[in-house]
């Protein structure tokens, strides 16, 4: 079922039933009722390719790791994967072999509205010596931060574990 069907079966435009979809307070509470009765008996889901290009949210978390050979990566991955289903958004997870593939698919996942946000996981830590990220999505930092402070990517949110505090 797309938007255009939904919208024919509930004489209204295409516009109205986004509309109506994302709440838009201006619709009327009879357009709202038709739209939403009309939905109800014809189930639609939105397309997060087409939303994504119209500056949309895509519902996808873009995710690099550098390997998931110990059991560490395999429960942050895990553990972004739960947090992300229970937004009703997906993952999207690859893996960089060094700084430069870092830059590239991380670039790739911000850009063009592929994702709505970027986790690296453990990236090199030569990668703080590079320019931050141009544009698109946001990113944020996991088991890792740049040791300067100066650095550009000392502005990039990060979770981490502080081991000096833990070993105290």
Same mark, same amino acid.
């Given at each position: 079922?797309?938007?255009?069907?939904?919208?024919?079966?509930?004489?209204?435009?295409?516009?109205?039933? /986004? &509309?109506?979809? !994302?709440?838009?307070?201006?619709?009327?509470?009879?357009?709202?009722?038709?739209?939403?009765?009309?939905?109800?008996?014809?189930?639609?889901?939105?397309? /997060?390719?087409? &939303?994504?290009?119209?500056?949309?949210?895509?519902?996808?978390? =873009?995710?690099?790791?550098?390997?998931?050979?110990?059991?560490?990566?395999? %429960?942050?991955?895990? =553990?972004?994967?739960?947090?992300? &289903? %229970?937004?009703?958004?997906?993952?999207?997870? !690859?893996?960089?072999?060094?700084?430069?593939?870092?830059?590239?698919?991380?670039? %790739?996942?911000?850009?063009?509205?592929?994702?709505?946000?970027?986790?690296?996981?453990?990236?090199?830590?030569?990668?703080?010596?590079?320019?931050?990220?141009?544009?698109?999505?946001?990113?944020?930092?996991?088991? !890792?931060?740049?040791?300067?402070?100066?650095?550009?990517?000392?502005?990039?949110? !990060?979770?981490?574990?502080?081991?000096?505090?833990?070993?105290?």
């Amino acid at each position: 079922m797309t938007l255009t069907r939904i919208a024919a079966l509930a004489q209204t435009t295409a516009s109205t039933v /986004s &509309r109506v979809l !994302s709440n838009d307070p201006r619709i009327s509470a009879a357009t709202r009722d038709r739209v939403l009765a009309t939905l109800q008996r014809h189930p639609y889901n939105p397309n /997060s390719f087409a &939303r994504a290009l119209k500056g949309g949210r895509t519902d996808q978390m =873009g995710v690099l790791c550098s390997n998931i050979s110990s059991g560490f990566f395999a %429960e942050v991955l895990q =553990g972004i994967d739960h947090v992300t &289903r %229970e937004h009703g958004t997906h993952l999207l997870c !690859s893996f960089a072999h060094d700084t430069p593939d870092y830059l590239q698919l991380a670039g %790739e996942l911000q850009r063009n509205g592929r994702t709505d946000g970027v986790i690296l996981v453990d990236p090199p830590i030569d990668l703080f010596q590079e320019p931050l990220l141009p544009g698109g999505a946001p990113a944020v930092l996991c088991a !890792s931060r740049p040791l300067q402070p100066r650095s550009p990517w000392a502005q990039v949110d !990060s979770v981490t574990v502080d081991n000096r505090e833990a070993m105290r």
